[in-house]
T-cell receptor
Framework: KAGVTQTPRYLIKTRGQQVTLSCSPI?????VSWYQQTPGQGLQFLFE???????NKGNFPGRFSGRQFSNSRSEMNVSTLELGDSALYLC?????????????FGPGTRLLVL | DAKTTQPTSMDCAEGRAANLPCNHS???????VYWYRQIHSQGPQYIIH???NNETNEMASLIITEDRKSSTLILPHATLRDTAVYYC??????????FGKGTRLSVIA
């Protein structure tokens, strides 16, 4: 099976702009989670989607949002970009996101905000 | 917050076993221990997980103490490609993964 794919892999934006990142989960996986990784804060959970509904949310401002489509693909959006949003954004998928299912990560999208 | 304590860094000679310790003294009965690793700037890679029994797969072995307050990840024959940050995660049911700072393992030729 193909793994989790994320597009684009690299992105440069300027402050105030918005950005949309895309994630395609492993075939058959219906749960998609997003994480942000920065040198200062490490890997932090953003949110999780299952069946087109947000099921869990981390401690991030409302500028960070996401959605999931009927084919389980997911997008996340960051509006009014700040310099501190520069990070590696990681997507992970699992079958249903329940119990102790393993999450598999994609390669990430590296966002640089200038 | 992460519920685990890991050494900041470790070295291992190529070809030798790498033993990575993790303390999780406040683990609850239904919480699993997960190990992931992250090779520089790539997405984390799942290694193994367990509840209370020792587990082994093609990548590694996981040894969990009887009281479940600590565990050890064993890479039996470390190679240079095993150089990475290794994360030990205690995960309650139906919750996201919470990553700590992990252990930076350097495999030396």
């Amino acid at each position: 099976k193909a793994g989790v794919t994320q597009t684009p892999r690299y992105l440069i934006k300027t402050r105030g702009q918005q950005v949309t990142l895309s994630c395609s989960p492993i075939s058959g996986h219906r749960s998609v989670s997003w994480y942000q990784q920065t040198p200062g804060q490490g890997l932090q959970f953003l949110f999780e989607y299952f069946s087109e509904t947000q099921r869990n949310k981390g401690n991030f401002p409302g500028r960070f949002s996401g959605r999931q489509f009927s084919n389980s693909r997911s997008e996340m959006n960051v509006s009014t970009l700040e310099l501190g949003d520069s990070a590696l954004y990681l997507c992970a998928s699992s079958l249903e996101g329940r119990y102790q299912e393993t999450q598999y990560f994609g390669p990430g999208t590296r966002l640089l905000v200038l | 917050d992460a519920k685990t304590t890991q050494p900041t860094s470790m070295d291992c000679a190529e070809g030798r076993a790498a033993n990575l310790p993790c303390n999780h003294s406040t683990i609850s009965g239904n919480e699993y221990v997960y190990w992931y690793r992250q090779i520089h700037s790539q997405g984390p890679q799942y290694i193994i997980h367990g509840l209370k029994n020792n587990e082994t797969n093609e990548m590694a072995s996981l040894i969990i103490t009887e009281d479940r307050k600590s565990s050890t990840l064993i890479l039996p024959h470390a190679t240079l490609r095993d150089t990475a940050v290794y994360y030990c995660i205690v995960r309650p049911l139906n919750t996201p993964l919470v990553f700590g700072k992990g252990t930076r393992l350097s495999v030396i030729a």
